[in-house]
């Protein structure tokens, strides 16, 4: 039954070591989100993809990319992590980008960087 | 721009008590608003939704009401039970939408029903 699946959910790393999370969905859905949401705040939107083309927000690191290969499945990489990366990352699909598609979030990858 | 305005928390109620949080938003054109939630360790989940004015969302005996005279979307439920215990995010997505257009979230506020 589940929707938005991402893997893993829980993902330690060191500074400095790449790490790729994973999200893959079921709904069929155009569009794909990457958020990342740390301690006490809301999520703030990396990028998306809207089918293959990529939207990056304009204060996104450079660390940070991202891969859909396919409709299902969308990468979140983070070439260099830091400390300050640490944080719950997660994806969320929707069927279009109108102001009614609701967004469908996963259950989210708790990133550990040490 | 667009921006999202939660009342303070945390809340803490006692079992079967009255809610309300409230949720005031700015945005230009007529945006649709959310309600989500999120339990601890989890993914944000669809609580309920208004897509227009005097729209009414309801979902788990949660419900609120799209008021556009006074930019709010307050949520509310009659009596909360100890498993609604949560983080609550209210958000909006603007019109007209395109690549730009992003969910706009508010802080968040932690709601915690003891028994």
């Known amino acids: 039954d589940a929707m938005v699946i991402q893997n893993p959910r829980y993902q330690v790393t060191q500074f400095g070591k790449p790490v790729t999370l994973s999200c893959s969905q079921t709904l069929n859905h155009n569009v794909m989100y990457w958020y990342q949401q740390k301690s006490s705040q809301a999520p703030k939107l990396l990028f998306h993809y809207y089918d293959k083309d990529f939207n990056n927000e304009a204060d996104t690191p450079d660390n940070f990319q991202s891969r859909r290969p396919n409709t299902s499945f969308c990468f979140l990489d983070i070439r260099s992590p830091g400390l300050g990366d640490t944080a719950m990352y997660l994806c969320?699909?929707?069927?279009?980008?109108?102001?009614?598609?609701?967004?469908?979030f996963g259950p989210g990858t708790r990133l550990t960087v040490l | 721009g667009n921006s999202v305005t939660q009342m303070e928390g945390p809340v803490t109620l006692s079992e079967e008590a009255f809610l309300t949080i409230n949720c005031t938003y700015t945005?230009?054109?007529?945006?649709?608003l959310f309600w989500y939630v999120q339990y601890p360790g989890e993914g944000l989940q669809l609580l309920l939704k208004?897509?227009?004015?005097?729209d009414k969302g309801s979902n788990k005996g949660f419900e609120a009401t799209y008021r556009k005279e006074t930019t709010s979307f307050h949520l509310e439920k009659g009596s909360v039970q100890v498993s609604d215990s949560a983080v609550y995010f209210c958000?909006?997505?603007?019109?007209?939408?395109?690549?730009?257009?992003?969910?706009?979230f508010g802080k968040g506020i932690t709601l915690s029903v003891r028994p």
């Open positions: 969320a699909t929707s069927r279009d980008r109108g102001h009614t598609d609701t967004q469908y």
């Open positions: 958000a909006l997505m603007p019109t007209p939408t395109g690549a730009n257009s992003k969910l706009t």
């Open positions: 208004a897509t227009k004015a005097d």
């Open positions: 945005a230009t054109g007529y945006p649709s």
